[in-house]
């Protein structure tokens, strides 16, 4: 930092705010820490009686937080979002689309761990609408090594650091279950739950079959829906252990691959997950979707909904940030709810 002369001070960064006082008419910040001066500025300067600057001595190893700010949003820009203007060494993300938002997180985490480097993010794999804010970066100081921003370029590796992928167009199929929903003796209270949550995503119903307990009246209605040109498959209904339970039975008959019967998570432990050969997913809900504000469908259906593969692995993961608080008021997916890493 140094002082000069304010006639002189074109090019140069501004070390602290400058304030304009007209009495009872106006106080406010007429020129913000970090400002590169221009020749424009200095008769103003020199009315607001400031003939002195302090400012930061950049040379040609040192990078203004503006420059910084462009270097950390061309390490994370991806396609389908678009960036703010830079201000006060900030820029944000801004999604172009409704689709899945995903975060390189260990690549993510050794950039953060660098000095003077902050990128912040909403949760890997969250749902996001268009305009919907992605992440922000800045650095820390004024102006920052030249060195330190390749080392962030290095580190960063090839590819951006986040992504964005749109939810595709598909079709569902849905099998309802269970003696008392097809003789009648209940209303079918589960599948309007399901048709909503779809069409949150573009998804269109496509069919709907309603099934007693017998097994292999529910594998029929899969593999038919499928037949139909279904994209995905959701089974509502008999998914517990108890005897009369015949829906994960009878997923497995059709010969699709099962990722895993059962979820770390709740409430939806219950889950099941499965692929036909052809790689259509198959989905077996636990009665807690049709009452849960949040469960783990909520969790699996943006990442289906983008054509995502969910994996074993990726539902173990769920496990942290898996428990609900059940909140009167729910706020997901702006909550901690599935938000592990």
């Not at 003796?185 to 119903?205: N, Q």
């Amino acid at each position: 930092m140094k002082c000069i002369n304010t006639t002189d001070a074109v090019g140069h960064v501004l070390c602290h705010d400058i304030t304009r006082i007209v009495k009872d008419v106006v106080k406010d910040t007429a020129f913000r820490k970090g400002h590169i001066v221009t020749e424009e500025d200095i008769p103003v300067l020199l009315s607001l009686g400031k003939d002195h600057l302090y400012v930061w001595e950049k040379d040609e190893n040192t990078l203004h937080e503006n420059e910084a700010a462009e270097i950390l949003c061309g390490v994370c820009k991806n396609e389908n979002m678009h960036p703010t203007d830079v201000k006060e060494g900030k820029i944000e993300l801004v999604a172009d689309c409704d689709g899945l938002f995903r975060v390189d997180v260990p690549r993510l985490d050794a950039i953060n761990e660098i000095d003077e480097i902050m990128i912040a993010t909403r949760h890997n794999n969250t749902p996001v609408k268009k305009g919907d804010r992605l992440l922000g970066t800045r650095v820390i100081p004024l102006v920052i090594a030249k060195e330190k921003m390749e080392l962030v370029k290095e580190t960063a590796g090839p590819g951006p650091l986040v992504s964005l992928t749109p939810y595709k167009p598909m079709k569902a199929g849905i099998v309802t279950t269970g003696n008392e929903v097809y003789y009648g003796r209940i209303k079918d209270t589960f599948t309007p739950v399901i048709i909503d949550k779809l069409a949150s995503y573009g998804i269109e119903v496509s069919g709907h079959i309603l099934c007693d307990d017998n097994m292999e009246k529910i594998t029929n209605a899969v593999l038919q829906l499928k037949e139909e040109g279904a994209d995905l498959i959701l089974c509502s209904g008999g998914m517990s252990v108890d005897p009369d339970d015949r829906t994960p039975g009878a997923i497995k008959n059709t010969g699709a691959r099962i990722v895993s019967y059962g979820a770390p998570v709740l409430p939806g432990a219950m889950f099941l997950l499965a692929y036909l050969e052809d790689g259509t997913p198959i989905m077996g809900l636990p009665g807690c979707v049709m009452y849960a504000k949040a469960t783990v469908f909520d969790l699996v259906l943006p990442r289906i909904a983008a054509g995502v593969e969910v994996t074993k692995k990726d539902l173990a993961h769920m496990g942290n940030g898996g428990f609900c608080l059940g909140c009167k008021t729910c706020h997901y997916p702006n909550c901690g709810f599935g938000k592990g890493v």
